[in-house]
Every structure is written in C-alpha cells, then in structure tokens.
T-cell receptor
Framework: QKEVEQNSGPLSVPEGAIASLNCTYS??????FFWYRQYSGKSPELIMFIYSNGDKEDGRFTAQLNKASQYVSLLIRDSQPSDSATYLC????????????FGTGTRLQVFP | DAGVIQSPRHEVTEMGQEVTLRCKPI?????LFWYRQTMMRGLELLIYFNNNVPIDDSGMPEDRFSAKMPNASFSTLKIQPSEPRDSAVYFC???????????FGQGTRLTVV
C-alpha cells in the first residue's frame, strides 16, 4: 500500500461546477496535510494546508480532514479553466519533522 | 528573494556519466529537500537536510546517488554512474524554520540516453 494515495484521473468538470479531489494516507501518526497544485511543466505550489479535523476554507478552496478515516479532500467551487492542473496531496510524516510524502496527484480538467 | 534556484534546467547525458544537480535554497530557510518526479511514481522524496545536516536519506534509490549540503546556501545531488532509469525531473525545495510552505525550484529535467 502506498503511503499517500490519489486517483490519477483525469477528473473532468464543467466550468462553474464543484471539483472534489480525494486523498487517503496510511500513517495514522501523520500530523499535517497539504494540497499542492502543479501546472504542466511547472513546479508544485502550495494551495492549502490543514492540521485539524474538519473543514478549512480559503476563497474558492475548502480542505477537509478526517483523521479517523485517514482521508483528506479538496473542494474547488466555481471551477475555472485556469484550475486545470494536477493536484498533489502531501502528508507530513511525523510531528517534529519536515518530511512530506506526496501522492501521485490527480489531474483536473475544467472545460468551458 | 529569487526563490529556490536550480541548475541546470535541462541535462542530457549518456549512460555511465556522472551528473551533478545544484540547488540554492531561499536565504534563511533551514530545511532543504530533494525530490524526483516521474509519471509512474509521482513525486518521491530522496533526501532532506535540516541545518545542513542530512536527516533522512531513506528515499535515495541506491549508492549511485549522493547528496551534500556544504553550507546553508548550496546543495548538490550527484548520480554516478547515471542510468536511463534515472531520467526524471528533479526538484529541490526549501522550508523556513517554523513555516508551513515548502517552496520548490523550477526543477532539472534529466535525460539519460
């Protein structure tokens, strides 16, 4: 079992719809959770992070964390074609370390 | 700040040759990471340093790979000898103390023929 798993996609949604991206992780001791966006040929950039169970909202983005189910999700409201990218879920392996483990990413396509 | 700077941006080399990738982290950042990205395996952590000291190198694939961080402003990742399966994009990222966001460099696309 991979440490961080994501559906590779592509996930196709129409412009204006809600895109839902999911991620599961295997290490119950994980303390921090991140969503990175990566455009084709570019480097990853941080969108959101979440540490506690529940929802965290930032603009059109909402991160959801359920530690009991070892599940993290990212919702993108009012999806735009410019949101088309690969979304990487990353998990902080242990408290007190900076080690981040990434999933393989989900490719999102938003069509007009 | 110019961000994390990696060089070269592209490298094409023949199998068996030595390859050295370079990284200059953001000034003041105390953690540095080397990642490798392929379509099949995604973004894999190879090694990370904290205050110039290697903390976890469990992701380094084999003895052909080595990494150094002689000072806070420079790190290298060396592959000797290189093999075609090493072809990938290699990213360097840095993180400031107590901060959340790790910043990535633009990556080095390595092709071993």
């Amino acid at each position: 079992q991979k440490e961080v798993e994501q559906n590779s996609g592509p996930l196709s949604v129409p412009e204006g719809a809600i895109a839902s991206l999911n991620c599961t992780y295997s290490d119950r001791g994980s303390q921090s959770f991140f969503w990175y966006r990566q455009y084709s040929g570019k480097s990853p950039e941080l969108i959101m992070f979440i540490y506690s169970n529940g929802d965290k909202e930032d603009g059109r983005f909402t991160a959801q964390l359920n530690k009991a189910s070892q599940y993290v999700s990212l919702l993108i409201r009012d999806s735009q074609p410019s949101d088309s990218a690969t979304y990487l879920c990353a998990v902080g392996a242990l408290r007190g370390t900076d080690k981040l483990i990434f999933g393989t990413g989900t490719r999102l396509q938003v069509f007009p | 700040d110019a961000g994390v700077i990696q060089s070269p941006r592209h490298e094409v080399t023949e199998m068996g040759q030595e390859v050295t990738l370079r990284c200059k982290p953001i000034s003041g950042h105390n953690s540095l990471f080397w990642y490798r990205q392929t379509m099949m395996r995604g973004l894999e952590l190879l090694i990370y340093f904290n205050n110039n000291v290697p903390i976890d190198d469990s992701g380094m694939p084999e003895d052909r790979f080595s990494a150094k961080m002689p000072n806070a402003s420079f790190s290298t990742l060396k592959i000797q000898p290189s093999e075609p399966r090493d072809s990938a994009v290699y990213f360097c990222a840095s993180l400031g103390y107590g901060r959340t966001e790790a910043f990535f460099g633009q990556g080095t696309r390595l092709t071993v023929v």
